[in-house]
């Protein structure tokens, strides 16, 4: 794919992220989400590709755009036709609460190289290219943190896991105690917590838990580009999140399959963006200026070359329609 897709990709995140930071703190998880996917959806409008949503906001009769199965982008029948995964915004609750670590994110590869994952959930362990290749979502906490310690040249005591702060896991947090380990714990925002693996700065070296399937194939992506390592396991937790799967193809039999990054995200041709909505740990959030200016700060990935570009971008916003119409909308 053409390397100029990465600054066309970085566009789309940078306005749905201008656009639901409007919202922040103001107790509007709706409203947030709905100004996201609003930019996101006519950035996408100039991008030159023949895009197909596969990871989206839910199924058309759910939706209103940016839906599964939806077709995107501004590709004529010579434009190369491209899986999307997209979260216009990772963490509704933290831009309505005003909390850090909410992200605009979208993933992007070739047609058929992104896992449609069900809207379910999917049990999940992430570490850094340093760590690659000695995880096993199959094996106990102890021995996954005493792995990574040691592919890290750590001590476990100085290894930081990052767990989602929800009951379903307070046995693993107490197991992680047990081991000795120092726990991060994060209320929203699966892909970024997963990304935050990839990046020493962070601090984060591990992630564990059950969370989003959708969420966990855009993070695969994300490390793909990095190095890193994703794997999965479908881990649906009704009966509702149950037939999700059969929708796609995904029965009993298939749920026991670990899946590896390959089979979540295929080849090398992968691009990944985020652009930070509030202030995170690894990017900063939107900041308005007076005189209708605001500055983003985003990152964009490629797999291919293994190339991570951090972009800070100063904008005018009223001098462009896009903007102009989203802020319009979303006056709040």
């Given at each position: 794919?053409n390397?100029?897709?990465?600054i066309?990709?970085?566009?789309?995140?940078?306005?749905a992220?201008?656009?639901?930071a409007?919202?922040?703190?103001?107790?509007?998880?709706?409203?947030?989400?709905?100004a996201?996917?609003d930019?996101?959806?006519?950035?996408?409008?100039?991008?030159?590709?023949?895009?197909?949503?596969v990871?989206?906001?839910?199924?058309?009769?759910?939706a209103?755009?940016?839906?599964?199965?939806?077709?995107?982008g501004a590709?004529?029948?010579?434009?190369?036709?491209?899986?999307?995964?997209?979260?216009?915004?990772d963490?509704?609750?933290?831009?309505?609460?005003?909390?850090?670590n909410?992200?605009?994110?979208?993933?992007?590869a070739?047609?058929g190289?992104l896992?449609?994952?069900?809207?379910?959930?999917?049990?999940?362990?992430?570490v850094g290219?340093k760590?690659?290749?000695?995880?096993?979502?199959?094996?106990?906490?102890e021995?996954?943190?005493?792995?990574?310690?040691?592919?890290l040249?750590?001590?476990?005591?100085?290894?930081t896991v990052?767990?989602?702060?929800r009951?379903?896991h307070?046995?693993?947090?107490?197991?992680?105690r047990?081991v000795?380990?120092?726990?991060?714990?994060?209320?929203?925002?699966?892909?970024?917590?997963?990304?935050?693996t990839?990046?020493?700065?962070t601090?984060?070296?591990?992630?564990m838990?059950?969370?989003?399937?959708p969420?966990g194939?855009?993070?695969?992506?994300?490390?793909?580009?990095?190095?890193g390592?994703?794997?999965?396991?479908l881990?649906?937790?009704?009966?509702?999140?149950?037939?999700?799967?059969?929708?796609?193809?995904?029965?009993?039999?298939?749920?026991?399959?670990?899946?590896k990054l390959?089979d979540?995200v295929?080849?090398d041709?992968?691009f990944?963006?985020?652009?930070?909505?509030?202030?995170?740990d690894?990017l900063k959030?939107?900041?308005?200026?007076g005189n209708n200016?605001?500055?983003?700060h985003?990152?964009v990935?490629?797999?291919?070359?293994?190339?991570i570009r951090?972009?800070?971008?100063?904008?005018?916003?009223?001098k462009?329609?896009?903007?102009?119409?989203?802020?319009?909308?979303?006056?709040?």
């Amino acid at each position: 794919m053409n390397r100029n897709l990465a600054i066309s990709l970085i566009r789309v995140t940078e306005t749905a992220a201008l656009a639901s930071a409007r919202y922040m703190g103001r107790g509007d998880k709706i409203g947030a989400d709905q100004a996201a996917v609003d930019g996101m959806r006519k950035a996408f409008d100039l991008v030159n590709v023949r895009g197909t949503v596969v990871i989206g906001e839910g199924e058309k009769d759910k939706a209103p755009m940016l839906y599964i199965g939806e077709h995107i982008g501004a590709g004529g029948e010579d434009s190369m036709e491209v899986d999307i995964a997209v979260d216009p915004l990772d963490g509704t609750t933290l831009v309505a609460k005003g909390l850090p670590n909410a992200v605009a994110v979208i993933a992007m590869a070739p047609k058929g190289c992104l896992l449609n994952a069900p809207d379910t959930y999917m049990k999940k362990i992430a570490v850094g290219p340093k760590a690659a290749g000695k995880i096993d979502i199959n094996a106990s906490v102890e021995q996954n943190i005493k792995s990574v310690a040691k592919a890290l040249d750590k001590d476990v005591a100085d290894l930081t896991v990052i767990v989602q702060d929800r009951p379903r896991h307070y046995d693993m947090i107490r197991e992680i105690r047990k081991v000795g380990s120092r726990l991060k714990l994060f209320g929203e925002g699966d892909v970024a917590a997963a990304i935050a693996t990839g990046f020493e700065d962070t601090g984060v070296d591990m992630l564990m838990g059950i969370g989003g399937a959708p969420e966990g194939v855009i993070a695969a992506a994300a490390l793909k580009c990095m190095g890193g390592e994703l794997q999965g396991q479908l881990y649906p937790m009704s009966d509702e999140e149950m037939e999700r799967c059969k929708e796609l193809g995904w029965y009993e039999k298939d749920l026991k399959k670990i899946l590896k990054l390959e089979d979540l995200v295929k080849g090398d041709e992968v691009f990944f963006a985020s652009t930070g909505i509030s202030d995170g740990d690894l990017l900063k959030g939107v900041l308005y200026y007076g005189n209708n200016h605001a500055k983003t700060h985003s990152v964009v990935m490629r797999a291919k070359t293994g190339t991570i570009r951090f972009v800070e971008a100063v904008h005018k916003l009223d001098k462009t329609d896009i903007m102009e119409d989203l802020m319009k909308k979303h006056m709040v």
